[in-house]
């Protein structure tokens, strides 16, 4: 795949719709020029097909996740303030990109089989994550716990599949309570006594 242009690639926000409302294997590469006013030959210029559009939607979405994850991490605070800046900022991002989390949903078998997804968001935020959560063990703010790895995709899991509810519902995703419950169930799960 080429590298899109960033004028190109906020247009195909309109394709996550789509695979949102028709899921991927009803969208033909006629209904994703059309929604996204990006010529058809433009879109076999960059893409192979409507599953590598969907794959660019994923990994853009974890692009975003991984830069405010990062920020959150190496923000200042004890571990556990920062674990909740963490599901804050992973929030934000969904209910930035509700249409690819929607799409995310419908495709998520799909999403699983494309390699680069999974290695991505281990980097992206089980790792960093890990790291917090034996961060927080020295820092006194965390207790420890036997495997950190296991605990970090947890959170992932608590946070996506929360704010997914949201989203496949149409009830507006807010961000706050939800960071709020979330940040609630996980930290008294975690913190230190």
């Known amino acids: 795949m080429r ?9 195909l926000s309109a394709a996550a ?19 996204t006013t ?6 076999y210029y960059y893409f192979a097909g409507k599953e590598q559009i ?9 692009d975003r996740v991984a830069d405010e994850v990062a ?8 571990a556990a303030a920062r674990l909740a800046e ?20 419908g495709e998520l078998g799909r999403a699983g089989r ?17 790291s917090l959560i034996e961060d927080g063990v020295v820092d006194g703010s965390l207790r420890q716990v036997p495997d950190p790895g296991s605990v970090a995709m947890a959170v992932f899991g608590a946070v996506t599949i ?3 509810s949201y989203l496949v519902s149409a009830q507006d995703l807010d961000q706050e309570r939800l960071a709020s419950a979330v940040t609630t169930l996980v930290l008294d799960g975690v913190r230190s006594h």
């Open 114 to 130: 494309i390699p680069e997804i999974a290695a991505m968001i281990h980097s992206a935020y089980y790792q960093p994550v890990q």
């Open 54 to 62: 969907l794959a660019f939607l994923f990994r853009d979405a974890l």
């Open 162 to 164: 929360s704010a997914l």
């Open 38 to 43: 990006i010529p058809k030959a433009t879109l």
């Open 17 to 35: 719709e789509l695979f949102a409302e028709h899921g991927v294997d009803q969208t033909k590469m006629e209904d994703i020029a059309a929604a």
């Open 71 to 78: 920020i959150a991490v190496e923000s200042e605070g004890s």
């Open 86 to 105: 963490v599901i804050r900022a992973q929030l934000r991002v969904m209910a930035e990109q509700p249409a690819v989390c929607r799409a995310l949903v």
């Open 3 to 11: 590298t899109v242009p960033s004028h190109t690639a906020v247009k």
